[in-house]
Each structure stands twice: as structure tokens, then as C-alpha cells.
């Protein structure tokens, strides 16, 4: 995609920009800056501001703002999780990361193939059906009260994403990731934050 037509946009030099909060793409720290480059509209870059790489102030990363106000890179959705297995962690940093490339039916596909993962990982024999992964977890307490609707929500979702012609959106991989990581803390990460006697 080509944000610069010939002649009437331009990069300016590096100068103090408007003040702009923003949580950095590549260190994913919430930041503030001043300083970037301006992509002004005319053919010096001195016309209106139309968009900007802002100077990271925490890592140096160059962050641009699209005319249209998009980020690149953004941040990842979500937030790490503490003691979760290896692989299975590895699966939920990788479903962030699509949402950080606006691959949106990627992280929906890895948030659905995490509940078979967490599943196994919690006792549940390999090679059962989708459904009955789904309800070893709700039967052995591993979804929080009133959660198990989130746990089908993740499969029929994930379900459109592979047996349908459908794309899924940027909410759909958000609200999915959002209660995988809430079902990480509640196996993995609360129950090792108190020491056990």
C-alpha cells in the first residue's frame, strides 16, 4: 500500500511533532512522544501534517500513523501470561501477534486449537472431538462459573473460521483472545501466585 503521491506528499525532516500517546508496536510500552518525521501535503513536507513516524522514546522504534489514522506496527492484543507451559504459551503469544498483523481469522483458528492444547495439557485424552475437549474443560472445573458459553462462543467461532468462506473480524479475534488469556490466568498463572504449604 502506498500512503506518498508524487508531488504532494512528502517526508519532512526529523522535528518536534505534535505530542502523541501511543502504545509502541515493537516494545508494547505506552508511550509518549514528540519527536518523528511529519508527512506533510505539499512537496517539502512544511504543508499540513497528514500523518507521522513518531520516534519511540522507550526503544527508538519508528511507529507510523497512516493519513487514515492507522497504526504500523501496532501493539498486540492482549497481555502476557505468567507460568504457562512452553508450547502452549508460544501458541497464545503467536494468536497476539496475528492481531498485531491484522490477521484476524489466524488468531481466531489459534485461539480454538489453544483449547484443545489446554485441554491435553490438563488431562484430556489426545484425538477426542472438538466438543468433547470443550466439555472436559467446563465438566473438570477449568472454566470460571458462567464461563462455559465463552468456551463454545471460542468453538463456534473457531468452527467458521475452518469449515466456512468467512472472514472474521478484528472483535472477534479480540473478545476470543481476551478470554483465552482469562482462562491462561485462571489455570496457570493465579493458582502459582500463592505459594503452596
Same mark, same amino acid.
Given at each position: ?9 512528502? /517526508? ?24 518523528g518525521y511529519k508527512l506533510g501535503k505539499s512537496s517539502n513536507g512544511s504543508g499540513q501534517q497528514i500523518g ?31 507460568? %504457562? ?48 475437549? %470443550?466439555?472436559? @474443560?467446563?465438566?473438570?472445573?477449568? %472454566? ?5 458459553? /465463552? %468456551? ?30 482469562? @482462562? ?9 501466585m500463592v505459594p503452596s504449604e
Amino acid at each position: 500500500m502506498c500512503f506518498l503521491k508524487e508531488g504532494l506528499e512528502n /517526508w519532512y525532516n526529523l522535528q518536534t511533532l505534535p505530542n502523541r500517546a501511543f502504545t509502541c508496536g515493537y516494545c508494547e510500552r505506552q508511550v509518549s512522544s514528540i519527536k518523528g518525521y511529519k508527512l506533510g501535503k505539499s512537496s517539502n513536507g512544511s504543508g499540513q501534517q497528514i500523518g507521522a513516524i513518531y520516534i519511540c522514546p522507550n526503544c527508538g522504534g519508528p511507529v507510523f500513523f497512516t493519513p487514515d489514522g492507522q497504526q504500523l506496527p501496532s501493539p498486540s492484543f492482549g497481555k502476557p501470561v505468567q507460568n %504457562v507451559p512452553h508450547e502452549l504459551n508460544e501458541l497464545y503469544e503467536e494468536a497476539r501477534r496475528c492481531t498485531k498483523e491484522r490477521a484476524f481469522t489466524a488468531a481466531v483458528l489459534l485461539c480454538r486449537k489453544m483449547l484443545m492444547n489446554i485441554a491435553v495439557t490438563q488431562g484430556a485424552n489426545e484425538g477426542l472431538r472438538f466438543i468433547e475437549y %470443550v466439555e472436559f @474443560l467446563s465438566d473438570e472445573g477449568y %472454566v470460571p462459573p458462567n464461563g462455559k458459553h /465463552w %468456551v463454545d462462543h471460542i468453538r463456534k467461532k473457531g468452527n467458521e473460521a475452518t469449515h466456512e468462506i468467512a472472514l472474521m473480524t478484528e472483535k472477534d479475534a479480540k473478545e476470543l483472545i481476551t478470554f483465552v488469556e482469562m @482462562l491462561l490466568r485462571f489455570i496457570y498463572e493465579f493458582p502459582n501466585m500463592v505459594p503452596s504449604e
